[in-house]
Nanobody, 120 residues
């Protein structure tokens, strides 16, 4: 069982930056591919990106490429989402998730989410 806790959300002006953190319980964090997702009001949850177990490979969706980066510190059981040049359309609840199967679509564990609000 893995428990994920996100932090770092808040209110920021357009053009600003935030860094989200997601800390996992347990000793097997480095076995999990980690993903970031977001859900805006009235919209379906969408993927933001993911990072491989070692952190050497990352993927970000086109809408955040060049503005967001994903990193992880396996010694701290933590994955990060650095968000820059934020736009009002980035407003959403952001979730981290973990999956053991790198090639599977479904994630095994989810955090409770952290709210990010970008004002114009």
């Amino acid at each position: 069982q893995v428990q994920l806790v996100e932090s770092g959300g808040g209110l920021v002006q357009a053009g600003g930056s935030l860094r989200l953190s997601c800390t996992a319980s347990g000793r097997t964090f480095n076995y999990y591919t980690m993903g970031w997702f977001r859900q805006a009001p009235g919209k379906e949850r969408e993927a933001v990106g993911r990072i491989s177990t070692s952190g050497t490979s990352t993927y970000l969706v086109d809408s955040v490429k060049g503005r967001f980066t994903i990193s992880r510190d396996n010694a701290k059981n933590t994955v990060y989402l650095q968000m820059s040049s934020l736009k009002p359309e980035d407003t959403a609840v952001y979730y981290c998730a973990a999956k053991m199967c790198n090639y599977c679509n479904n994630y095994d564990y989810w955090g409770q989410g952290t709210q990010v609000t970008v004002s114009s």
